[in-house]
Nanobody, 120 residues
Framework: QVQLVESGGGLVQAGGSLRLSCVASGIAVSLNAMDWYRQGPGKQRESVAHITSGGSTNYVDSVKGRFTISRDNAKNTVYLQMNSLKPEDTAVYYC??????????????WGQGTQVTVSS
């Protein structure tokens, strides 16, 4: 049973920082590509940051240079370090993993989300 549990959200002033954590169980983060998504008020859910099993990362343009995705294999945890936060970063942030079964079918797993609110 795959479970993802996010934490670390909160209220922060513009220019501040937060670090989100996603603790995984049922999978090894070292062997899977992992993503952070966010969904702002009235907006569609968007992919923010991605880390491959090999450790390569990529980001949506709006967060490049400000956000960093990383993982701690020993803790089976993925992080999202968010610096220079802006009010437009306000959203619920979700951890995601796509897992293939023996038939090659891919299933999405999501955490419960953690709210990030950036005040101006």
């Amino acid at each position: 049973q795959v479970q993802l549990v996010e934490s670390g959200g909160g209220l922060v002033q513009a220019g501040g920082s937060l670090r989100l954590s996603c603790v995984a169980s049922g999978i090894a983060v070292s062997l899977n590509a992992m993503d952070w998504y966010r969904q702002g008020p009235g907006k569609q859910r968007e992919s923010v940051a991605h880390i491959t099993s090999g450790g390569s990362t990529n980001y949506v343009d709006s967060v490049k240079g400000r956000f960093t995705i990383s993982r701690d294999n020993a803790k089976n945890t993925v992080y999202l370090q968010m610096n220079s936060l802006k009010p437009e970063d306000t959203a619920v942030y979700y951890c995601n993993v796509k897992v293939s079964n023996a038939r090659g079918m891919i299933r999405d797993y999501w955490g419960q989300g953690t709210q990030v609110t950036v005040s101006s």
